[in-house]
Structures are given as structure tokens and as C-alpha cells.
């Protein structure tokens, strides 16, 4: 299979680092002229320069819509459009509903759903036909996990949310896909890995029984970006090892027992 991303403008947003990096790199690779877009504008303009050629840079903050608005319009101005885009943006703040308070719930879920609501909405703004946006949302969209209220809703609502958005575009001949990985070794969750029951726990509920590696989501980016994939939108592909036919490990068990 060829993949098609040559010369295309890649907005990469969260694109510092784990799957966001990855991607960021993987396109670039690919042919692809990538803007790397993090809320760490210094991380974000190391990796542009890592990149090299025509790729850059710039800061972003989902949460505000403006800043996301910001991203696109000046994208366009200063490279003349945007082909594809790619949210890795994402946050999880665990805690029991019973004890989970309203600031900690609306940061995830402005995070993770309502930051991906701006980015599909302003990159749709700018794109033409043979748009392509991805967004990383997780197996917490599909299985529920103790602790993870905000998380695994705001996830799931971001699955809802991809449905819709390639219903609304598709017409515009704009795809809007998602991936949904497992247990993928970053930054993200590093404090989970650590934990040696945690992990095995993980590890007997993957079916491939390995974690996965911010490249293995990235190769999933690339083909959902690509014009490879010019008949799909609407999909949620799962790259988590196979752990969706099996059962989500009780996190928080481990970590209240460990406590």
C-alpha cells in the first residue's frame, strides 16, 4: 500500500510528544509539512526544528476556543491551508464520582471533549475537499474503568462527537475519523507502568500481551490521514492489542491496596 500525504499541511496538535510526536514525525516522514501545535510552545518549536525542513510551529490551547481559531487561521495564512489534522490532546484527572469534585470534572472534559469539539470545528472551517481529522480518543470510550468517570465519558463523547462531525462533513468531502488506542507507553502514563501489579494486569488483558508504543497509534494516524483511506470516515479503529475483547484492569483497586 502507498501512503499518499506527500506535500500536504499536517496540523499536529499535541504534537510535543507520546502519540502526538509520533505522529508529528511518522507524517513528516511521509512527506507530509507538519505544524507541530502544544500547549508548550518550547517543546513544540524543538520538535519543529527536530522535524526540519518546512515544518514548524506553534502554541495551542484547546480548552480556548479562541486559541484553537488562532491555530487554523494563521496556518492558512502562512502556508496556505490545512489537509490534515490530528488531535492528541488528552488528560486524565481520576477520582470516585463520589468524591470527584466539579473543577477536576470540567477540566478533563473540557480537555478531552470540548477542546475536541474546537479543534474539528475551526479545522473544518479551513478545510477544503480531501480533508482528513483524527482524533485519539481511548478504550476508556468503550470500557468503563473505576476512577475514570470524567475520562472515559469525555472519551466516548468524543467518539459520538467524530460520528457526527463526518455525518455533518462528509458532503464537503472532509473525513473525520478516530483512533482509540490501549495502554500506549507515555508520558501520559508513566505512573501506571511503574506499578508492577498494574502492569501484569494490563499486560493478561491485552491478548498480544504488550503494551503499546506511540508508534504503533501513529502508523493507524497515517493511514486514517491519508488519501489510502479516501472511503472511510466515521470509524473509530481500535489499536490496543486486542484488550477490547477482554476486560478493562481495576486501577484504582490496585492503587487504594497499595496505598
Known sequence: MTVRVANKIAVVIGGASGIGWASAELLAREGAIV?????DAGKAADRARELGGRASSRSVDVTDEESVR???????????????TVNCVGVNLPGFITEL???TWRRT???????????IKHAAR??????????????????????????????????MLTEVAALE???????????????????????????????EDFTEN????????????????????????????GEVMDVNGGAHLRRYPDVMKHIVALS
Open 169 to 199: 462533513l462528509g458532503g464537503r468531502g472532509i473525513r473525520v475519523n478516530a483512533v482509540s488506542p490501549g495502554l500506549v507507553e507515555t508520558p501520559l502514563v508513566e505512573g501506571l507502568t511503574s506499578v508492577p501489579i498494574i502492569q
Open 126 to 159: 479551513v478545510m477544503g475537499v480531501g480533508g482528513a481529522i483524527v482524533s485519539i480518543t481511548s478504550l476508556n470510550a468503550r470500557q468503563a474503568a473505576a476512577g475514570f468517570a470524567g475520562y472515559c465519558s469525555a472519551k466516548a463523547g468524543l467518539v
Open 206 to 233: 491485552t491478548p498480544l500481551g504488550r503494551n503499546g508504543l506511540p508508534r504503533d497509534v501513529a502508523e493507524a494516524v497515517l493511514y486514517l490521514a491519508s488519501d489510502a483511506s479516501s472511503w472511510t470516515t
Open 101 to 103: 469534585d466539579g473543577e
Open 35 to 39: 505544524v507541530v501545535a502544544d500547549i
Open 109 to 119: 472534559v473540557d480537555i478531552c471533549l470540548t477542546g475536541g469539539f474546537f479543534v
Open 70 to 84: 488562532s491555530l487554523f487561521e494563521h496556518t492558512v495564512a502562512e502556508v496556505g491551508s490545512v489537509d490534515i
